[in-house]
């Protein structure tokens, strides 16, 4: 789906996914959800691409939530609304569920369904101007279980509920306190900064991460929920692979191993 409010690049190892719509600061609607989604699969499917780092254009905005103006035409109806959150939660699901660390980088505002977006990432890196918040009671909005589960599972039901009973806007070092973010920078230094971070992933194991990713979701899980299967599965992988032949190897002859993901 072509889509000029999505921005995607790969270079050295590292998959990009701009938001373009800084007109907007960067309001995310439903056909630039579609279009990010099937940036994602893209991604995933590439053994080039070993960390995927998600970002707004500009420095007003990650994403300061849903395209409002869409929302009469698009999500009037309960079955509108319906509609709506089926098509747009692919993204968010393609971005917990793809195999590779994912980090949202994040300038300005980061709301409602942008912070949905970030919450789904791995890993989030703000600059000291961010602000972060859940407008939804502003606006009669309700979320549902799968838009709130990362949520609770960040920063526990507490301060979930804190974030939507109040609605207002958490500034970056709040945003550190609560747990919503991982680290706070200068603005000036965060992009340098995602990318040597992401760089660092790069020259790592893939399939040590994707184990780490994998088993790490799995046990935030209800102990019901978890499979174990796939735990065991990952981890006998890595044990399995050359690169884990390679990383005995480089320790021992002393120098930078060069894993390959097999």
Not at 12 to 37: T, Y
Not at 73 to 89: D, G, L, M
Request: contains cysteine; aromatic residues 6%; positive net charge.
């Amino acid at each position: 789906m072509e889509n000029d409010k999505i921005i995607a690049s790969k270079r050295d190892g590292i998959g990009s996914l701009v938001i373009n719509n800084p007109e907007k600061r960067n309001a995310f609607s439903l056909d630039m959800s579609l279009a990010a989604a099937e940036v994602i699969e893209d991604f995933a499917a590439d053994a080039g691409v070993r960390v995927i780092v998600v970002s707004g254009a500009g420095d007003k905005a990650f994403i300061s939530g849903g395209d409002i103006s869409k929302f009469e035409a698009a999500r009037a109806t309960p079955e509108q609304v319906a509609e709506y959150n089926r098509k747009s939660s692919r993204f968010r699901l393609l971005l917990r569920g793809v195999g590779k660390p994912t980090i949202a980088m994040i300038r300005g505002y980061c709301l409602g369904g942008g912070l949905a977006v970030a919450l789904n990432c791995d890993l989030r890196i703000c600059s000291e101007d961010a602000q972060f918040g859940i407008p939804a009671a502003r606006l009669g909005i309700g979320y549902n279980a799968e838009g709130l589960t990362q949520l609770v599972r960040l920063v526990g039901p507490s301060t979930a509920k804190e974030i939507l009973f109040t609605a207002r806007r958490y500034n970056a070092q709040e945003a550190l306190r609560v747990g919503l973010v991982n680290q706070v920078l200068p603005g000036v230094e965060l992009a340098d900064y995602v990318q040597k971070y992401a760089a660092a992933m790069v020259a790592n194991a893939p399939l040590s991460i994707i184990a780490a990713k994998r088993v790490i979701d799995e046990i935030v899980k209800d102990r019901a929920e978890r499979d174990t299967a796939l735990c065991e599965r990952v981890i006998a992988e890595c044990f399995a692979s050359q690169d884990y032949v390679e990383g005995r190897r480089a320790f021992m002859e002393k120098r930078k191993p060069a894993f390959t993901g097999r």
